[in-house]
């Protein structure tokens, strides 16, 4: 297994044989409010990961207008996992870096909504790419291309 991770009190867990497709860090103020913090979520396809135990799913109109479903552990109510609008991105999941066990290696090519970002933070080397707002299809040619390194 490559990849393994969870909630805080390990009741929702997930596992996978393969890297993200693509990192991305939000910095839209919905996500900071999600999160308490910074988001950096790793897509993956969603056949691509195992997710095991209970959620409770939260939905919302992301940027877009779009309805995104936020789940979280039904025990310790950390966010698990994002399932983007359909209209956005379909049968995408995006996991927390936060939530994998080891992190080593897994770090954002892609930041977006740069115009939402926290003025004390400076651009990260690993960063690629920046996007004004969620920067849809420049994101998903990114994607593609990163499909191939992965
Ligand atoms: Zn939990
Ligand atoms: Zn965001």
């Not at 969603?46 to 552990?73: D, W």
């Amino acid at each position: 297994m490559k990849h393994q991770g969870g909630c805080h009190c390990q009741q929702f867990s997930f596992e996978t044989d393969i890297d993200p497709m693509l990192i991305v860090q939000c910095n839209c103020k919905s996500c900071r409010r999600i999160t308490g913090s910074i988001n950096i979520g790793c897509l993956y396809g969603e056949t691509e990961v195992k997710f095991m135990g209970e959620t409770n799913v939260y939905e919302f109109a992301g940027g877009s207008g779009f309805i995104n479903k936020a789940c979280f552990c039904s025990k310790c109510h950390v966010r698990v996992y994002n399932k983007p609008a359909p209209e956005v991105m379909e049968g995408m999941v995006s996991i927390p870096l936060g939530c994998f066990n080891k992190t080593e290696g897994l770090v954002p090519k892609v930041e977006i909504w740069s115009e939402e970002k926290l003025t004390f933070l400076s651009k990260s080397e690993c960063v690629l790419e920046t996007f004004e707002g969620n920067g849809i299809p420049e994101r998903l040619n990114a994607l593609l291309s990163s499909l191939e390194t992965r």
